[in-house]
């Protein structure tokens, strides 16, 4: 057995005095460099910091309607467009455009003479075409930007956030035709169509689309979707048939979702089905953006309302049980709105609800603005604060 002398023990506590005070010496120099990154970066996490405890917390609003130049006159037509578009709003009825702040104040206007009329918005653009027509223009407050004139028919045309648009119109010797455009109104694609085109979305800053066509398959109508590059000749993919009859398609950077009359579901990055969803009643609105969707379906006689949130294309939606049929809904910086006869919610993708407030039954729809929601009546168009 080993024997210690009293110098020994005595060097042995002085070395494990000298281990402590490294270590903690070490703790020491970590703590202050980390006061110091937090100190440079205060900037970043104490907003957040702040958030904590009260970011899911339900505000109210008051539902109060805005006075001034609000309500904005329709011109007595029930058939009136409305559309936001970054920092304004754009109405379209029978025979005029108009571009309004949101304070209401009008900031153009200009007479169309198109009978079955069509408005699409992108960043501050208003694209406005005829069904069945053989015109359309692209246009902001202070007038035409560009226009294009065609000796067949306009079947849709579709805008993108930079101003690209995509124009698909009847061909004497294809199902169809499709003509794109950039900014500047100068044709950059086009393509002879052996399938009939149903719907556009731009994706990839506007290098490319996705698009969707709607066929027979063993007795039933399906949707598919095809990835185009702008650069290629070919399509990347093309998805197999969606049961459905696809009404709209919401390109992103993962794939596509397909809003349908009586289902709706993902395509992925692919070209694959990545997920399906059979309605249970009726459908009454739907919105996508980013990726993330939502469907409102109404079943009268079970007297079940429901919203179905999509957070994306791989897990399935989230089901929100609604008190009344759901009227219209959309999807605004990752949160979802959804208005009811009486009411307006916002819900986040994780089912919590974050904002309410109390309208009236007599509109029909409404538009999200930045700190407003803009209230679509018969013939008029009145607007709330709206926090979230």
Known sequence: MPTYSADDIVEQKNKEKRRKRLIKLFAIFIAAAAAVALYFTRDMWIPKLRGIGKQYKTIVNSGKLAGGNFPIETGGSESYQLKYTGEKIV?????????????????????????????????GRALVYENGGDEFSLEDENGVLYSKTYDSNILFVRVSSDGCTAAVTTSDNYSCEMTVYNKKGTKIYERKCTEMVSDISFINDSSGCVLSFIKAENGMLVTSVQEINFTESKERWTS????????????????????????????????QISSFYQYDGDLAAGASSGGKSAVLVNNDDTRHYTAALFSNGKNEPLIIELDAPGTDVTISDGLTYIMCQDKIFAYDFSGKLRSTATVTDSYTGFVRGEEHIFLKGYNRIDRIDYET
């Open 91 to 123: 109405l379209l009825n029978d025979n005029t455009l108009y571009f309004y702040d949101t304070d209401g104040n009008q900031i153009g206007k200009r007479q169309h003479a198109y009978t079955n009329s069509v408005l699409k918005v992108a960043n």
């Open 240 to 271: 197999p048939g969606l049961n459905t009859v696809g009404l709209e398609i919401f390109g992103f950077s993962g794939g596509a979702f397909i809003y349908g009359s009586d289902a709706c579901g993902y395509v992925d990055g692919n070209g």
